[in-house]
C-alpha cells in the first residue's frame, strides 16, 4: 500500500506534468521491486485497463523490465515488473525536461521585449 510520503510523492510527480497512473507506479515500483500487475493493482487500487496503459508509458521511456513468470497451472504466464531506473535518474531526467521549458520559455520572453 502506499503510505503518505509515498502518496506525496505522486502529488509531486504529477504537479510536475506526470499522469497521475504513471506516478502511482513509479512510485509504488520504486519502493516494491519486483511485482506482478495483480499486486500493483493491489497495493495501488488501479484498475488492470489503468496499470496496462500507465506501463507502456513507463515502457517506452525505458524505465521498466519485464519478464513472464510461468504459474502453476494452465493460463497464459504473470507478467513480472521492475523498475530499471533508479528513482534519482527519474527525478534527474524530470529536472533536465522542465529545465529546457524553462530555458525555451525564457529565450520566448527575451523575443517578445526585442519586438517591443
Do not use: C, H
Amino acid at each position: 500500500m502506499l503510505d503518505d510520503e509515498d502518496l506525496e510523492f505522486v502529488f509531486i510527480l504529477q504537479s510536475l506534468g506526470m499522469q497521475r497512473n504513471v506516478a502511482v507506479l513509479i512510485t509504488y515500483l520504486g519502493s516494491a521491486g519486483e511485482t506482478t500487475s495483480r499486486e500493483i493493482e493491489q497495493a495501488t487500487g488501479l484498475r488492470q485497463p489503468e496499470v496496462s496503459i500507465a506501463m507502456r508509458g513507463l515502457r517506452g521511456a525505458n524505465w521498466i523490465d519485464e519478464r513472464e513468470v510461468k504459474t502453476g497451472g494452465k493460463g497464459r504466464p504473470s507478467a513480472v515488473y521492475t523498475l530499471n531506473t533508479p528513482l534519482s535518474d527519474i527525478i534527474k531526467r524530470i529536472e533536465d525536461e522542465k529545465l529546457r521549458e524553462l530555458a525555451d520559455a525564457m529565450e520566448n520572453i527575451r523575443k517578445l521585449k526585442e519586438m517591443v
